[in-house]
């Protein structure tokens, strides 16, 4: 069921945490769980054993049990990621994919069964990129995907290393925007990823570079600028939170 909660407000963060950070959709774009990676690329990660294994998704090796992190405490309340579900969470996620400011950066509006199929893209995959719902407080608030992004295309347009794990967000709620919040999850996020993933030593986002607010955004949350890169249908903002830096960003 969509939120019940009633605030509104503007908010010029909308667009920006709403989809800025995920591989804008369109023609020729390669989706996370479609990259094959070589077998002698699999070895050098170590990962061949891994990825050969059935039981993917959240639950697998490949995100380190995502599933088992458990929660945070934060400035805002007690965070979670929680895997998402089709059966459980279709009706709230595909309302938030069908907000206006959501809308032109997922492209995943329209009936449920467009959302579906989105999400079972990640569910049915061997787990290197899980969908969650971000859980503040017990009241299901934004949308998470955490993945692998050594293993995802946007590898091939930076330097990548074994274990980067990227994240994409979308804050649900209008009145969650725009107010700090999302910079305050995306730091308890990154900060999940590094507590419970030993062997990543930073976490990668790619935000469109034009959204100067999203951009800022990660910055406040504990990221660095890395680089620009071209990718399709976008020129980004390459963000890091390092390992090494977390206790001074």
């Known amino acids: 069921m969509p939120p019940t ?3 509104t ?14 591989h804008p959709p369109g023609e020729g774009v390669e989706d996370t769980l479609e990259l094959r990676i070589p077998d002698e690329l699999l070895t050098l990660f170590g990962e061949a054993d891994q990825l050969r294994r ?4 959240a639950g697998g090796p490949l995100l380190d049990n995502l599933a088992a992190w458990g929660p945070t405490v934060t400035s805002e309340g ?14 709230l996620i595909s309302h938030w994919m069908n907000d206006p400011a959501v809308a032109p950066f997922w492209e995943l509006a329209g009936p449920d069964s467009v959302t579906a199929d989105h999400l079972r893209a990640h569910l049915d995959g061997d787990g290197r990129s899980v969908p969650c719902l971000g ?9 998470f995907e955490i993945y692998r992004a050594d293993l995802d295309p946007l590898a091939r347009h930076y330097p990548a290393r074994p274990h980067d794990t990227g994240i994409h967000v979308l804050i649900g709620t209008v009145a969650d925007r725009g107010r700090g919040l999302g910079s305050t999850l995306l730091r308890a996020v990154a900060d999940l ?4 993933r030993p062997r990543c030593s930073r976490v990668i986002a790619e935000p469109d570079l034009r ?10 949350g504990g990221f660095r600028f890395y680089s620009e890169a071209d990718l399709p249908g976008k020129r980004a903002a390459l963000m890091v939170r390092d390992r090494a830096l977390r206790s001074v960003l």
């Open 5 to 7: 909660d009633a605030r």
């Open 9 to 22: 407000g503007t908010d010029p963060l909308a667009p920006q945490l709403a989809g800025g950070e995920k």
């Open 54 to 57: 059935t039981d993917g998704g």
């Open 78 to 91: 007690t965070f979670q990621l929680v895997p998402a579900s089709v059966d459980r969470d279709l009706a």
């Open 135 to 143: 859980v503040l407080d017990s009241v299901p608030m934004s949308y």
């Open 193 to 196: 990823v590094l507590d419970n």
């Open 211 to 220: 959204n100067t607010p999203s951009v800022s955004a990660f910055l406040s």
